[in-house]
């Protein structure tokens, strides 16, 4: 009886588990019970979990048209596969409820990639045809058999397809045609492109963070910027083809949240087609069409000719060489004699452009009045190389111990420059060096960041950089912050931050609110008569309107004040002097200067003279 029963409970047992595997099968359970599958996915459990089944009837046995019984007894382990599939949409659409990672089926098809890999042939009726480009950057292109592909959680990035040469290790482009229709050779990062990197400037400069602002209005919380820029990025004026650098360049609003900015490059004030200079982007149809230069230093690379070849017919040599040396190399040229204005410019008549005085970035260095740069010999900052013959105020070196200041600075002594360098070399430094292998501004300081080389605590650094005057002490002690807008206020004409510190709006100071800076050295107090020079504000009210009716252009260039003469010498001065008393049109005494005597040891000194001068100081006690 135990043997009938014990055999009766096998029979039971294999019965259950018959039916187990069947129900498993047909999907009446897992549509039920599963977390992890969209509802409404029927009967067709074996596309995802073929290998989880072997088969044991012939072909329409059961609902899913293929014969099959589990390979496993549990319900959580099928439920818990790899999965995979051919038609992804059906799991990952933002209408299913069961997979993990979701996408927006619709959004997809509004982008760039709606097209990709539409050609290919499917052998299973897809949900929708945009599984095709999934296959593409998912796969290998074809169509999955049963499982995800290999690659599926590492799908190919931007420069895989787009690059001048594919990295598609998975694909054979043969079966995706489409592929080859974008390829891009510039602005992208390494090691897809090996000298241009964006991100210097600007960690979002690559194609993830400049094509992450020109997508369909759809982001899915949870993927990486990549993918969202992959499934749903598309085509705007943003990111239309272009040869027009400051639309990234130079915008500000592009450039300050999206792309590289000109904040330490030389062409930074100028139009496009300074670009060219260096670049050489007069043959490029758009800023992908063909790899934009970058000189290995920005003299070499200045199209001296403005030709877009940098060798010199008959000679073949750089055109650098005769521009700053003239044929035989005898003639040494410093950086001031092209980048100040008025100076005497490269070798003429040497193979050189017409215009070159022209396309030559101009510098200025905290004055906007002066054709020198006003900033102390750098040349002399470190003993200087032997047989040095290039001094100058915008560098020194020493090619024996590597210490240079500002545009001296090497690559191999960044420690001393606080990180920042000038020049970069892998073989032995010269004297030469800084100019002949000058790099690009983008490895210098922020040259609106007035605060780094005025108020710095490394005299290291500060040496390096020019061991500029700081601002801890004497009429500047007043300020200890970092902000740089508090020095624009008075040393820059627009009040705003500068292109840079090169630029013509830097001053040697000014700004909108005299008073507050100068409490100590003019008392208002004692402005007498003068207090009304400008009445806009009231009567007998010193305010900064009165000293902008002198100081003229707001700054401290003592050429841009009125002095006495220019309201005293007649009744049409720049304010109307209507009391004849004060109208002295023969300058009395004999004297040719009113100074002499109402303000003989300066304007404004301790508040006592200018306004209220010597003689009015004399009166002033007759008088009482």
Request: glycine letters at 6%.
């Amino acid at each position: 009886m135990s043997f009938i029963k014990r055999n009766l409970y096998v029979c039971i047992i294999c019965f259950e588990i018959l039916v187990l595997s069947v129900s498993l099968v047909s999907g009446e359970i897992e549509a039920r019970a599963s977390e992890i599958h969209p509802e409404g996915v029927g009967n067709d459990c074996i596309s995802c979990h073929k290998s989880d089944f072997i088969s044991i009837e012939p072909e329409g046995s059961i609902p899913n048209k293929v014969g099959t019984a589990s390979r496993v007894i549990e319900p959580n382990i099928i439920m818990q596969a790899e999965g995979g599939g051919t038609d992804c949409v059906l799991c990952h659409d933002m209408g299913g409820s069961g997979a993990t990672k979701h996408i927006d089926a619709s959004a997809i098809k509004q982008g760039v990639h709606r097209n990709l890999n539409n050609g290919t042939v499917n052998s299973t009726i897809l949900l929708d045809p945009i599984d095709k480009a999934c296959w593409a950057c998912h796969g290998d292109g074809t169509e999955p058999t049963g499982q995800h592909p290999t690659n599926y959680r590492t799908p190919y990035l931007c420069g895989d397809c787009h690059n001048r040469t594919a990295n598609l290790s998975f694909t054979n482009i043969s079966i995706i045609s489409n592929i080859n229709k974008s390829k891009v050779s510039e602005h992208i990062q390494p090691p897809y492109f090996e000298q241009i990197n964006s991100a210097l400037v600007d960690s979002n400069a690559n194609c993830e963070g400049c094509h992450d602002k020109s997508k369909v209005v759809f982001s899915d919380y949870g993927f990486s910027r990549a993918a969202n820029v992959s499934h749903y990025a598309s085509r705007t004026d943003l990111v239309r083809s272009s040869i027009n650098c400051s639309l990234c360049h130079k915008n500000s609003q592009n450039a300050s949240a999206y792309w590289a900015n000109l904040i330490r490059h030389p062409a930074k004030s100028q139009d496009d087609s300074f670009c060219d200079n260096c670049h050489n982007t007069t043959p490029a149809t758009d800023l992908h069409s063909q790899p934009l230069v970058k000189p290995n230093d920005i003299h070499s690379g200045f199209d001296w000719q403005d030709d877009d070849n940098n060798d010199i017919t008959p000679f073949g040599t750089n055109e650098a060489c005769m521009s700053c040396h003239g044929t035989h190399y005898t003639i040494y040229k410093i950086c001031e004699d092209c980048h100040v204005s008025n100076k005497s410019g490269p070798v003429l008549n040497y193979f050189t452009r017409p215009d070159i005085n022209e396309t030559i970035p101009k510098v200025y260095a905290h004055t906007n009045f002066s054709d020198a740069v006003n900033v102390p010999n750098q040349s002399t900052v470190y003993s200087p190389s032997p047989g040095e013959k290039t001094f100058s105020s915008c560098s020194g070196f020493n090619a024996a111990t590597l210490e240079g200041s500002c545009h001296g600075n090497s690559y191999k002594n960044i420690s001393a420059s606080g990180g920042f360098y000038a020049f970069k070399r892998i073989y032995t430094d010269s004297r030469s060096t800084p100019y002949h292998f000058t790099q690009t501004i983008d490895r210098l300081p922020d040259t609106t960041n007035c605060v780094f080389c005025h108020n710095q605590t490394d005299a290291v650094i500060r040496k390096a950089w020019g061991n500029a005057t700081q601002i801890t002490s004497g009429r500047h002690s007043w300020y200890t912050g970092s902000d740089n807008s508090e020095c624009w206020n008075c040393h820059v004409s627009t009040g705003t931050a500068p292109v840079d510190f090169h630029s013509d709006s830097v001053t040697a100071g000014g700004g909108s609110d005299c008073i507050s800076c100068h409490s100590g050295d003019v008392n208002i107090s004692k402005f007498a008569r003068h207090a009304n020079l400008n009445t806009s504000d009231g009567n007998n009210n010193v305010t900064n309107n009165d000293c902008w009716t002198c100081h003229y252009k707001k700054d401290m260039n003592r050429n841009n004040v009125y002095l006495c003469e220019s309201c005293h010498s007649n009744s049409s001065g720049i304010v109307n002097v209507t009391d004849p008393a004060l109208i002295k049109i023969d300058f009395m005494h004999a004297m040719t200067s009113c100074k002499t005597c109402h303000a003989p040891s300066g304007y404004h000194q301790n508040g006592t003279v200018g306004p209220l001068g010597l003689v009015e100081n004399i009166l002033k006690k007759i008088t009482n």
